[in-house]
């Protein structure tokens, strides 16, 4: 039995904001200390972005209000690598934050400069760039950050040391003996921190539901090197733009093939930029803008392209379109889709690739060729990091339902005691022991609306989806101080049908519905503009939708002369 606690002992806790029970928008939150005295270690900063759930909604942010109340108690943010998903909401949150010091490895840091200047003069952030296998003391939390490998350059896992144990955050991570940029996962150090004894792994889940192990990102450059060898015609890739492994492996092809290699994308010049600078490509890769493209015959010619999830405004979207105004492909030429389609693209991915095909555009994607491979670990990896690390607790975090689930039902096969199934949102007490959901904290989603943060509960985005189902009508009335119409109701459309099925203009119906109800209102009722205008609003939406079948939205501007 363990000994009783007090309510001023310190505790190890682990709070979820983002990342779990979802992919994207990854925040996680270490506490130390007294429940009334928590310092807090921020875990990376992460966006998702929008689909057609969120029209208008290019980006999708965490809710920090638990960590907006905690300000004077944060100790620092740490970033563990430079995916959008990790690191992407820095640039709008960190300023609600106060002067919090941000901990980069040097490629990540670089990345972050590089993303905060796009948008004119960088912020002047307190950054302090940690190289890999170094240590800090982070408030009360001896940070190591450990060498793993994934599709991008140093990622690292985070050891979190306490008073109380050692907690080892994995990050984004799979087993890769050459990944051809960063250096493989750094079994040695994993191992000994198994024999030193770790209380507990938070760990990546995202592949959970998969048996076996990743291939390795060498037997892609493999595969794009043939592709790009025998293509008789010009060949466009589209790949993650932070995957720099996948870009060194295209750029080596094309040259292998004495082919010259066109960047089209802004994110690629931004990732090349930082790669240069921090070693991971060669400072003169051989590489042409864009805007050379047209003057290169097409069997000379590796496009590399932005835009592998269908995004609308990338390169390959606009190519697929004939709306790129640099680069065009004909009938024969071959496009490699080097990516895997995050869940939520399918349809968007699915249309450029359509589209590429109509015009007998050979296509080329991970189904039918090894042209990617995943950076997070499948079943056979999780196994082996529980071996080498042996802890006495699991969280899953990372990932959907599924895969969390598939996660902790492994961990629990394997012998692992104490899971902990999380969700963004709830307060795990690590130590001391035992592990266990002691809080929630709110969580939610702030939607970059333009130039905007907006909380995703403010309505807009709803009104939005109702006005893509159903339209709207606008209705403009003018009435006396008596109560009598002046003129007829003017009433506009907005994608609605024109007519019935019997061919009567909707408008007219929704005019007439309009007078129809003013005049059934008393004239000394009439005074009330609210109640007008919410009577001529109910009735021009049941006059529509008995003639149409849907309810649209419908506002009315009310003028009294």
Same mark, same amino acid.
């Given at each position: 039995m363990s000994a009783k606690r007090n309510r001023n002992d310190p505790e190890l806790v682990f709070v979820p904001l983002g990342g779990v029970g979802e992919i994207g928008m990854n925040l996680y939150l270490y506490g130390y200390g007294p429940p009334s005295d928590r310092e807090w270690l921020i875990v990376d900063m992460g966006i998702t972005f929008g689909g057609d759930y969120e029209p208008g909604i290019?980006?999708?942010?965490?809710?920090?209000?638990?960590?907006?109340?905690?300000?004077?108690?944060?100790?620092?943010?740490?970033?563990?690598?430079?995916?959008?998903?990790?690191?992407?909401?820095?640039a709008d949150l960190w300023p609600r934050l106060g002067d919090v010091t941000i901990y980069a490895t040097p490629f990540t840091a670089a990345m972050l400069s590089l993303k905060l200047s796009e948008n004119g003069p960088s912020k002047n952030l307190p950054l302090e760039i940690v190289a890999m296998g170094s240590h800090r003391t982070i408030g009360p939390f001896e940070i190591e950050l450990v060498s793993m490998s994934h599709s991008i350059p140093e990622p690292s896992a985070v050891i979190i040391k306490t008073p109380l144990g050692t907690v080892l955050h994995s990050g984004d991570w799979k087993l890769d003996a050459n990944p051809l940029t960063s250096a493989p996962t750094d079994?040695?150090?994993?191992?000994?921190?198994?024999?030193?004894?770790?209380?507990? #792994?938070?760990?990546?889940?995202?592949?959970?539901?998969?048996?076996g192990v990743s291939p390795s990102e060498a037997d892609v450059a493999v595969t794009l090197a043939r592709l790009i060898r025998e293509a008789p015609q010009r060949v466009a890739v589209t790949t993650f733009a932070s995957n720099v492994a996948?870009?060194?492996?295209?750029?080596?092809?094309?040259?292998?093939?004495?082919?010259? #290699?066109?960047?089209?994308?802004?994110?690629?010049?931004?990732?090349?930029?930082?790669?240069?600078?921090?070693?991971?490509?060669?400072p003169d890769l051989p590489f042409l803008e864009e805007t050379a493209f047209d003057?290169?015959?097409?069997?000379?010619?590796?496009?590399?392209?932005?835009?592998?999830?269908?995004?609308?405004?990338?390169?390959?979207?606009?190519?697929?379109?004939?709306?790129?105004?640099?680069?065009?492909?004909?009938?024969?030429?071959?496009?490699?889709?080097?990516?895997?389609?995050?869940?939520?693209?399918?349809?968007?991915?699915?249309?450029?690739?359509?589209?590429?095909?109509?015009?007998?555009?050979?296509?080329?994607?991970?189904?039918?060729?090894?042209?990617?491979?995943?950076?997070?670990?499948?079943?056979?990896?999780?196994?082996q990091l529980y071996a080498w690390t042996k802890p006495r607790i699991a969280v899953p975090m990372h990932g959907e339902g599924r895969h969390l689930e598939a996660h902790a039902k492994l961990a629990e096969r394997l012998g692992i005691k104490q899971v902990v199934r999380a969700r963004n949102g709830t307060m795990v007490r690590l130590l001391p022991e035992p592990a266990k959901i002691i809080d929630d904290v709110p969580v939610g989603r702030i939607y970059r609306d333009g130039a905007i943060l907006t909380r995703?509960?403010?309505?807009?985005?709803?009104?939005?989806?109702?006005?893509?189902?159903?339209?709207?009508?606008?209705?403009?009335?003018?009435?006396?101080?008596?109560?009598?119409?002046?003129?007829?109701?003017?009433?506009?459309?907005?994608?609605?049908?024109?007519?019935?099925?019997?061919?009567?203009?909707?408008?007219?119906?929704?005019?007439?519905?309009?007078?129809?109800?003013?005049?059934?209102?008393?004239?000394?009722?009439?005074?009330?503009?609210?109640?007008?205008?919410?009577?001529?609003r109910r009735s021009v939406r049941a006059a529509i939708n008995q003639a149409w079948g849907k309810k649209p939205m419908c506002s009315v501007l009310l003028t009294v002369l």
């Amino acid at each position: 039995m363990s000994a009783k606690r007090n309510r001023n002992d310190p505790e190890l806790v682990f709070v979820p904001l983002g990342g779990v029970g979802e992919i994207g928008m990854n925040l996680y939150l270490y506490g130390y200390g007294p429940p009334s005295d928590r310092e807090w270690l921020i875990v990376d900063m992460g966006i998702t972005f929008g689909g057609d759930y969120e029209p208008g909604i290019d980006v999708i942010l965490p809710d920090i209000s638990f960590l907006e109340g905690e300000r004077q108690n944060i100790v620092g943010l740490l970033l563990t690598h430079a995916h959008e998903d990790h690191f992407g909401a820095v640039a709008d949150l960190w300023p609600r934050l106060g002067d919090v010091t941000i901990y980069a490895t040097p490629f990540t840091a670089a990345m972050l400069s590089l993303k905060l200047s796009e948008n004119g003069p960088s912020k002047n952030l307190p950054l302090e760039i940690v190289a890999m296998g170094s240590h800090r003391t982070i408030g009360p939390f001896e940070i190591e950050l450990v060498s793993m490998s994934h599709s991008i350059p140093e990622p690292s896992a985070v050891i979190i040391k306490t008073p109380l144990g050692t907690v080892l955050h994995s990050g984004d991570w799979k087993l890769d003996a050459n990944p051809l940029t960063s250096a493989p996962t750094d079994e040695p150090r994993l191992r000994a921190l198994g024999e030193e004894g770790l209380a507990a #792994l938070i760990c990546d889940s995202t592949n959970a539901v998969r048996e076996g192990v990743s291939p390795s990102e060498a037997d892609v450059a493999v595969t794009l090197a043939r592709l790009i060898r025998e293509a008789p015609q010009r060949v466009a890739v589209t790949t993650f733009a932070s995957n720099v492994a996948r870009i060194r492996s295209v750029a080596d092809a094309a040259t292998a093939a004495r082919r010259e #290699l066109v960047v089209v994308g802004r994110a690629m010049y931004r990732v090349i930029e930082a790669a240069q600078a921090t070693g991971y490509l060669d400072p003169d890769l051989p590489f042409l803008e864009e805007t050379a493209f047209d003057r290169l015959r097409p069997s000379n010619v590796v496009a590399l392209c932005t835009g592998s999830q269908g995004e609308a405004r990338a390169a390959m979207s606009r190519i697929a379109a004939g709306e790129h105004p640099n680069v065009e492909l004909d009938p024969g030429d071959r496009v490699i889709f080097s990516s895997r389609t995050i869940p939520g693209n399918e349809k968007a991915v699915g249309r450029v690739q359509n589209a590429l095909a109509d015009k007998t555009i050979e296509v080329i994607t991970d189904q039918n060729a090894a042209v990617h491979v995943s950076g997070h670990p499948r079943r056979g990896e999780l196994k082996q990091l529980y071996a080498w690390t042996k802890p006495r607790i699991a969280v899953p975090m990372h990932g959907e339902g599924r895969h969390l689930e598939a996660h902790a039902k492994l961990a629990e096969r394997l012998g692992i005691k104490q899971v902990v199934r999380a969700r963004n949102g709830t307060m795990v007490r690590l130590l001391p022991e035992p592990a266990k959901i002691i809080d929630d904290v709110p969580v939610g989603r702030i939607y970059r609306d333009g130039a905007i943060l907006t909380r995703a509960d403010e309505g807009q985005v709803r009104d939005r989806r109702k006005l893509s189902f159903a339209g709207t009508v606008a209705v403009s009335l003018v009435l006396s101080h008596k109560g009598l119409l002046l003129a007829d109701p003017e009433v506009t459309l907005t994608g609605l049908p024109a007519t019935d099925r019997e061919g009567t203009p909707l408008a007219t119906i929704a005019r007439d519905a309009v007078i129809g109800t003013i005049e059934s209102i008393p004239r000394p009722r009439r005074k009330d503009q609210a109640t007008v205008c919410e009577a001529v609003r109910r009735s021009v939406r049941a006059a529509i939708n008995q003639a149409w079948g849907k309810k649209p939205m419908c506002s009315v501007l009310l003028t009294v002369l």
